[in-house]
């Protein structure tokens, strides 16, 4: 689609003097050449003789320049936040879990907006998560997200590799009864433990859960834990 730039007309003279019809003209001058009833300022701009923003002021709005030249409107309705996040939560709910952004696909109807449209929207998919934690809490939770994920009656006694994680950051890597830590001394072996045992329903929670080294660890298991090996975590 080659359409003449006419770049070199723009001097000879000022577009706020010119009547609506010539701004109109050119528009439609440059939508025939390229073959096209729909036409992005970003293409004009290229193309056009006019800065989009002059036809922009002048009409009102690109849209409505476009409208008074008889093109098509080129649609940019901005989804409310609120939209998006419902979105998600149905995508979630089809899942059984969060969803990565890569999965927001519109393909096979997963759903109705793109990962990409999130980014966008949030800055980043972690800000769109938070976005949708906070969404979720105002709402009560319960009424957005899956049953299983947030009215569970009650978590798993595995204790996955982020919790276990975010639980040793928390505690500094440091045994919370005598303070050992890996760094200052290799052998220490550090546990993620529950407080409450998980046998005496205790959950397995943030809250209910500390860093104990091994020897720390076994001396409690006296007192009703088990199996210390379980939530074992290494740190080298
Ligand atoms: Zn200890």
């Known amino acids: 689609m080659a359409v003449?730039?006419?770049?070199?007309?723009?001097?000879?003279?000022?577009p706020r003097d010119?009547?609506?019809?010539?701004?109109?003209?050119?528009?439609?001058?440059?939508?025939?050449?390229?073959?096209?009833?729909?036409?992005?300022?970003?293409?004009?701009?290229?193309?056009?003789t006019f800065r989009p923003n002059t036809l922009a002021r002048r009409f009102g709005s690109w849209n409505a320049a476009l409208g008074a030249a008889g093109l098509e409107v080129t649609q940019h309705w901005r989804v409310p936040d609120a939209v998006l996040?419902?979105?998600?939560?149905?995508?979630w709910r089809?899942?059984?879990?969060?969803?990565?952004?890569?999965?927001?696909?519109?393909r096979g109807g997963v759903s109705k907006f793109a990962g990409?449209?999130?980014?966008?929207r949030f800055g980043t998919w972690h800000n769109a998560l938070r976005a949708f934690e906070a969404f979720t809490r105002k709402r009560g939770g319960r009424e957005v997200l899956p049953r299983r994920t947030r009215?569970?009656?009650?978590?798993a006694r595995e204790i996955g590799w982020r919790l276990r994680a975010t639980v040793l950051i928390r505690d500094n890597c440091l045994c919370r009864m005598c303070g050992a830590s890996p760094a200052k001394d290799p052998a220490v072996t550090l546990h993620v433990d529950h407080i409450v045992p998980w046998s005496k329903?205790?959950?397995?929670?943030?809250?209910?859960?500390?860093?104990?080294?091994?020897?720390?660890?076994?001396g409690k298991g006296n007192t009703g834990k088990g199996n210390i090996g379980k939530g074992d975590v290494r740190t080298t």
């Open 4 to 14: 003449a730039p006419r770049r070199s007309s723009f001097v000879h003279f000022k």
């Open 18 to 48: 010119l009547p609506d019809r010539e701004l109109v003209r050119d528009l439609r001058r440059v939508a025939r050449a390229a073959g096209r009833r729909r036409m992005t300022s970003a293409f004009y701009a290229e193309h056009g």
């Open 85 to 91: 996040l419902n979105n998600l939560a149905d995508v």
């Open 94 to 106: 089809r899942l059984g879990r969060q969803p990565t952004w890569r999965e927001l696909t519109k």
């Open 116 to 120: 990409a449209t999130y980014k966008r």
């Open 151 to 155: 009215a569970a009656a009650r978590p």
């Open 201 to 218: 329903g205790g959950e397995t929670v943030l809250a209910n859960l500390q860093t104990l080294c091994a020897v720390c660890n076994i």
